[in-house]
């Protein structure tokens, strides 16, 4: 009885989340450390986030140096809070959509994006830190055989090998005021 009273009580802990309690505008600077060491190219973008109670609201612009590049502009947002009351770290998840630019043309862009924000600098500083790892999954027109050939040529992910479904991540340094 002991042991089923102890696990329910750390349960009831974990699930305990809250919104954030501060509304604040965050700017981000990323890499995509996978692409940049696997294709020898760069993958780089910003955004600008406002983080509300509840949620929050990102615009992005992101470009990747591979053969051919490719730009794209991407709005997303969704939920934020803090797990077991702890405000240093933010936790977020929301779906994204936008555009990208590839050869030349536009090419549609619809998906999801999870991660986290851990605070750097002290809770009472005016310019606040932020590190932490996000993670994309999306569905990319571009990657259909205009590009790629044979859609054989395409290396399964760790969740899909739909070669239209594309997975990202990257580390996100970004500072809030």
């Given amino acids: 009885m002991k042991k089923i009273i102890f696990f329910v009580m750390i349960g009831f802990n974990i699930c305990q989340a809250q919104f954030v309690d501060k509304e604040y505008t965050q700017f981000g600077l990323w890499n995509d450390p996978v692409v940049t060491f696997k294709e020898g190219s760069p993958q780089f973008g910003i955004d600008i986030t406002k983080v509300m109670l509840w949620g929050w609201a990102s615009l992005s612009l992101s470009h990747a140096a591979l053969t051919p590049g490719y730009t794209d502009i991407v709005g997303s947002g969704g939920l934020n809070f803090h797990l077991l009351k702890f405000e240093p770290v933010r936790y977020y998840a929301g779906p994204r959509m936008g555009f990208l630019f590839r050869d030349g043309r536009g090419f549609p862009l619809v998906g999801g994006v999870i ?6 600098s ?32 395409y290396e399964p992910g760790l969740i899909t090998n739909n070669p239209l479904l594309q997975e990202n991540g990257a580390i996100v340094l970004s500072w809030s005021w």
């Avoid at 991660?115 to 750097?120: H, P, T, Y």
């Fill in 115 to 120: 991660g986290f924000d851990w605070r750097l």
């Fill in 122 to 153: 002290r809770w009472n500083a005016k310019t606040k830190f932020h590190i932490g790892p996000r993670l994309y999954l999306d569905y990319r027109e571009d990657q259909k055989n205009d590009f790629y050939g044979d859609s054989d040529a």
